[in-house]
């Protein structure tokens, strides 16, 4: 069961992560998400520094877990494109099936980044287009939240110091190009 | 051969006088024309559907058998001395009512023989009828005429032609059979209001008119169809799809541009069946209007992209089904780091920065990427997620991110000054000039839209385009520009942290602030192209599509 948020608050819900990406993605007045007791963490066990807490919200699934290995690509089991980690936050989000697609879409276009064969031009034209592509669906689906999906999308992608340099490297390959916004449906 | 001039065709006992010179004359000028003879099937001139509004047809002609049957100008074919044939008079000549064929000397039928009933329809010679009582051909031509030649067969007998004495089709001459004459084939022209799409016209119709000349007069009642064709997509229409010239020899005709997502050519098809080059054609060339993005150069390259489809959202709101052709224009550099981008400058910020509290940010680059696009305090951004969750506990994460977005800025202002007093040159966008430049020799014309640094590179971008490609068409629109120098209009929040800052750095040179916005915490630095000036909910937004709006009409 997923949850919605109202005057601030956040009911109960059985998957916390769900709970938390909904609070964050839908409610722009949003102060703070918890429980619904208005404690910020369980109550018990309360860690004493800044990073115990949030390793403990990201273990209770009040925060989304990601993956914060060396590999560049990291985990992805099934082999989809999409690093398992962002395809379990994308998959629990309160979205339509076709705004799912879609979010996962751009993902796997964002994840595509950061393997491309960098002196490849035509492999990063590639990406450029898809990532255009991705863009579009998400506009088409998600409308005005389009633009957060994709930022959110963008940072856990890039939320190592591995991948961010990887993703730094793959921008500045990047400057001085020029792309097309393309026509029609774009949706895969 | 017997041709006549002008002048001899009012007098036929001096006809027979005109002599080779004048047809050296007109044939010296038919000559430059297509070699092929220029034969024409019955019905020469569709006529049967539309001269009869000035030629009614009636009964079969009456015969006048006690004239001397002569058929002047169509000799040799016809017999000089053939009863009940033709017949001749000051005004005109008399041919054979339906049933009595004309008969050449070689004894032949002619051509244009009505008894020949497996052509049909059949014009004129016999049953032509242009007054009270004369069937027939009327030898006097519309003035001028030009040349005048036999008319008769070669050939196949389905095939009416001017001939000369050797019964040789003379190339390029059109038998009139409603007169009897061989003209020069019609002579169509046209004038058209444009060739050329161009945004601000784009919804007016363009205004078609076909001209026909005979020689040199006009030519009425001659029928025209028009058709649009396309190989490149979808073609424009035009109306009507044919019709008859008027009393000026004119036919007035529209066509309407289509949609169209590329270069297109349109082909307007006229078709003139009695004129010399039929078809004509008239090529109308379009090609959408590029509404080009140039990103601030802290922008990733899908911040950009982002960017630019937000910019799509906000144009297609306005552009009146304006043909447009989104494009990014993606540039990272000129931030004065040799080998590094200026984005990769602000990493190495984040890089020291995180090292804080414990390095708790240090592997966590989510919050990196929110900072740069402004985003940390938005409730939606991983930052705010955070944040909200800590509570009161992420006093201190809070100001180790306000520090390091102020460290950030900080960057962002010496890069922005960096850039400022050394503007990127034409050499460093070369690509990009090359793009516009391959554009512009497709007839594409030109929004280019620009976002903070951007409007640095824009305004480079602009001024080599009109400098490489003057008749190019341009219009440039700057959004939170810091270049002491646009090319356009633009718009400049107060509340633009980057920007003002530039000024609390001592940089004046940059515009003033036009627009005052409320802040939001969806872009704490009140810059950002989508978070700020894009917002749907505050006022930039419409100031933005407003200038897009006046861009695209004034191309």
Same mark, same amino acid.
Not at chain 2, 36 to 52: E, H, I, L, M, Q
Not at chain 2, 55 to 81: D, M, N, R
Not at chain 2, 263 to 272: A, L, R
């Given at each position: 069961?997923?949850?919605?948020?109202?005057?601030?608050?956040?009911?109960?819900?059985?998957?916390?992560?769900?709970?938390?990406?909904?609070?964050?993605?839908?409610?722009?007045?949003?102060?703070?998400?918890?429980?619904?007791?208005?404690?910020?963490?369980?109550?018990?066990?309360?860690?004493?520094?800044?990073?115990?807490?949030?390793?403990?919200?990201?273990?209770?699934?009040?925060?989304?877990?990601?993956?914060?290995?060396?590999?560049?690509?990291?985990?992805?089991?099934?082999?989809?494109?999409?690093?398992?980690?962002?395809?379990?936050?994308?998959?629990?989000?309160?979205?339509?099936?076709?705004?799912?697609?879609?979010?996962?879409?751009?993902?796997?276009?964002?994840?595509?980044?950061?393997?491309?064969?960098?002196?490849?031009?035509?492999?990063?034209?590639?990406?450029?287009?898809?990532?255009?592509?991705?863009?579009?669906?998400?506009?088409?689906?998600?409308?005005?939240?389009?633009?957060?999906?994709?930022?959110?999308?963008?940072?856990?992608?890039?939320?190592?110091?591995?991948?961010?340099?990887?993703?730094?490297?793959?921008?500045?390959?990047?400057?001085?190009?020029?792309?097309?916004?393309?026509?029609?449906?774009?949706?895969? | 051969?017997?041709?006549?001039?002008?002048?001899?065709?009012?007098?036929?006992?001096?006809?027979?006088?005109?002599?080779?010179?004048?047809?050296?004359?007109?044939?010296?000028?038919?000559?430059?024309?297509?070699?092929?003879?220029?034969?024409?099937?019955? $019905?020469?001139?569709?006529?049967?559907?539309?001269?009869?509004?000035?030629?009614?047809?009636?009964?079969?002609?009456?015969?006048?058998?006690?004239?001397?049957?002569?058929?002047?100008?169509?000799?040799?074919?016809?017999?000089?001395?053939?009863?009940?044939?033709?017949?001749?008079?000051?005004?005109?000549?008399?041919?054979?009512?339906?049933?009595?064929?004309?008969?050449?000397?070689?004894?032949?039928?002619?051509?244009?023989?009505?008894?020949?009933?497996?052509?049909?329809?059949?014009?004129?010679?016999?049953?032509?009828?242009?007054?009270?009582?004369?069937?027939?051909?009327?030898?006097?031509?519309?003035?001028?005429?030009?040349?005048?030649? $036999?008319?008769?067969?070669?050939?196949?007998?389905?095939?009416?032609?001017?001939?000369?004495?050797?019964?040789?089709?003379?190339?390029?001459?059109?038998?009139?059979?409603?007169?009897?004459?061989?003209?020069?084939?019609?002579?169509?022209?046209?004038?058209?209001?444009?060739?050329?799409?161009?945004?601000?016209?784009?919804?007016?119709?363009?205004?078609?008119?076909?001209?026909?000349?005979?020689?040199?007069?006009?030519?009425?009642?001659?029928?025209?169809?028009?058709?649009?064709?396309?190989?490149?997509?979808?073609?424009?229409?035009?109306?009507?799809?044919?019709?008859?010239?008027?009393?000026?020899? @004119?036919?007035?005709?529209?066509?309407?541009?289509?949609?169209?997502?590329?270069?297109?050519?349109?082909?307007?098809?006229?078709?003139?069946?009695?004129?010399?080059?039929?078809?004509?054609?008239?090529?109308?060339?379009?090609?959408?209007?590029?509404?080009?993005?140039?990103?601030?150069?802290?922008?990733?390259?899908?911040?950009?992209?982002?960017?630019?489809?937000?910019?799509?959202?906000?144009?297609?709101?306005?552009?009146?089904?304006?043909?447009?052709?989104?494009?990014?224009?993606?540039?990272?550099?000129?931030?004065?780091?040799?080998?590094?981008?200026?984005?990769?400058?602000?990493?190495?910020?984040?890089?020291?920065?995180?090292?804080?509290?414990?390095?708790?940010?240090?592997?966590?680059? @989510?919050?990196?990427?929110?900072?740069?696009?402004?985003?940390?305090?938005?409730?939606?951004?991983?930052?705010?997620?955070?944040?909200?969750?800590?509570?009161?506990?992420?006093?201190?994460?809070?100001?180790?991110?306000?520090?390091?977005?102020?460290?950030?800025?900080?960057?962002?202002?010496?890069?922005?000054?960096?850039?400022?007093?050394?503007?990127?040159?034409?050499?460093?966008?070369?690509?990009?000039?090359?793009?516009?430049?391959?554009?512009?020799?497709?007839?594409?014309?030109?929004?280019?839209?620009?976002?903070?640094?951007? $409007?640095?590179?824009? $305004?480079?971008?602009?001024?080599?385009?009109?400098?490489?490609?003057?008749?190019?068409?341009?219009?440039?629109?700057?959004?939170?520009?810091?270049?002491?120098?646009?090319?356009?209009?633009?718009?400049?929040?107060?509340?633009?942290?980057?920007?003002?800052?530039?000024?609390?750095?001592?940089?004046?040179?940059?515009?003033?602030?036009?627009?005052?916005?409320?802040?939001?915490?969806?872009?704490?630095?009140?810059?950002?192209?989508?978070?700020?000036?894009?917002?749907?909910?505050?006022?930039?937004?419409?100031?933005?599509?407003?200038?897009?709006?006046?861009?695209?009409?004034?191309?």
């Amino acid at each position: 069961m997923l949850t919605t948020c109202r005057s601030h608050i956040c009911h109960a819900t059985t998957w916390r992560a769900a709970q938390w990406a909904a609070c964050s993605l839908l409610t722009l007045n949003l102060v703070a998400c918890g429980d619904g007791s208005g404690a910020s963490a369980p109550a018990t066990d309360v860690p004493t520094t800044l990073k115990a807490q949030i390793t403990q919200l990201e273990s209770s699934g009040a925060l989304p877990a990601l993956d914060r290995s060396s590999s560049i690509a990291g985990p992805d089991v099934n082999n989809n494109g999409v690093r398992d980690d962002i395809e379990a936050y994308i998959t629990h989000l309160p979205l339509t099936p076709a705004q799912q697609r879609a979010a996962l879409q751009d993902a796997k276009a964002t994840q595509m980044t950061l393997t491309v064969d960098l002196t490849d031009k035509v492999a990063l034209q590639k990406v450029g287009d898809a990532l255009m592509a991705s863009t579009k669906c998400l506009g088409k689906n998600l409308d005005e939240n389009s633009s957060e999906m994709s930022s959110r999308i963008e940072s856990m992608t890039a939320n190592t110091s591995e991948r961010a340099k990887r993703y730094l490297e793959y921008n500045a390959a990047r400057s001085g190009s020029s792309t097309s916004w393309p026509n029609g449906d774009t949706c895969e | 051969m017997r041709v006549f001039n002008p002048l001899c065709l009012w007098d036929t006992t001096a006809a027979y006088r005109c002599g080779l010179q004048i047809l050296l004359l007109v044939f010296s000028l038919l000559g430059s024309m297509s070699a092929a003879a220029f034969t024409k099937t019955w $019905n020469p001139f569709g006529y049967s559907n539309y001269a009869v509004v000035n030629y009614p047809y009636t009964t079969a002609p009456p015969v006048y058998a006690s004239k001397q049957a002569f058929c002047e100008g169509y000799l040799p074919l016809i017999g000089a001395s053939v009863s009940n044939v033709c017949y001749e008079s000051s005004v005109g000549d008399y041919c054979v009512p339906k049933g009595f064929p004309c008969i050449a000397q070689d004894g032949s039928p002619n051509a244009w023989s009505y008894s020949d009933t497996a052509i049909s329809p059949q014009p004129v010679c016999t049953y032509a009828n242009v007054g009270a009582d004369r069937p027939v051909i009327d030898t006097r031509p519309p003035r001028p005429r030009s040349v005048r030649a $036999n008319v008769g067969w070669s050939g196949s007998a389905s095939v009416c032609g001017c001939i000369n004495s050797d019964l040789q089709l003379i190339p390029d001459v059109i038998p009139d059979l409603n007169t009897g004459w061989c003209y020069d084939p019609f002579g169509l022209d046209y004038v058209i209001s444009t060739t050329r799409y161009t945004p601000s016209t784009a919804k007016t119709p363009v205004a078609l008119t076909v001209i026909v000349r005979r020689s040199y007069e006009l030519a009425p009642n001659t029928p025209i169809t028009l058709r649009v064709t396309s190989a490149d997509g979808t073609p424009g229409t035009i109306t009507p799809a044919s019709g008859v010239t008027d009393a000026n020899g @004119e036919l007035t005709a529209s066509y309407t541009f289509p949609q169209f997502d590329k270069k297109q050519v349109d082909v307007i098809e006229i078709g003139c069946d009695s004129c010399m080059f039929n078809p004509t054609h008239v090529n109308i060339t379009m090609a959408p209007t590029v509404v080009g993005f140039f990103n601030g150069v802290w922008n990733t390259r899908k911040q950009a992209t982002d960017g630019l489809a937000a910019l799509t959202t906000a144009t297609d709101a306005v552009r009146d089904s304006i043909s447009v052709r989104y494009e990014l224009f993606y540039n990272q550099t000129g931030c004065g780091h040799v080998g590094t981008t200026c984005l990769q400058d602000l990493a190495e910020v984040f890089i020291q920065r995180s090292q804080q509290l414990d390095g708790v940010l240090s592997n966590r680059w @989510e919050h990196f990427w929110d900072l740069v696009g402004g985003r940390h305090t938005a409730p939606q951004s991983s930052t705010g997620g955070l944040l909200g969750l800590l509570g009161n506990a992420s006093t201190a994460l809070v100001q180790l991110l306000d520090s390091i977005f102020n460290a950030l800025l900080a960057q962002v202002f010496a890069g922005y000054a960096q850039m400022l007093s050394s503007p990127p040159t034409g050499a460093d966008m070369a690509t990009h000039i090359s793009k516009l430049q391959a554009y512009a020799d497709q007839d594409y014309s030109f929004v280019l839209i620009a976002h903070s640094q951007g $409007n640095l590179f824009v $305004n480079t971008a602009y001024d080599n385009l009109r400098s490489s490609r003057p008749n190019s068409s341009a219009k440039v629109v700057h959004i939170a520009p810091a270049s002491p120098t646009t090319r356009g209009d633009y718009v400049l929040a107060d509340i633009d942290l980057v920007i003002n800052g530039l000024r609390v750095q001592g940089i004046t040179s940059v515009p003033s602030a036009n627009i005052s916005l409320p802040t939001s915490r969806a872009d704490a630095s009140g810059h950002t192209l989508v978070g700020t000036y894009l917002d749907a909910s505050r006022a930039a937004l419409g100031w933005v599509q407003n200038m897009i709006k006046a861009a695209i009409a004034a191309l």
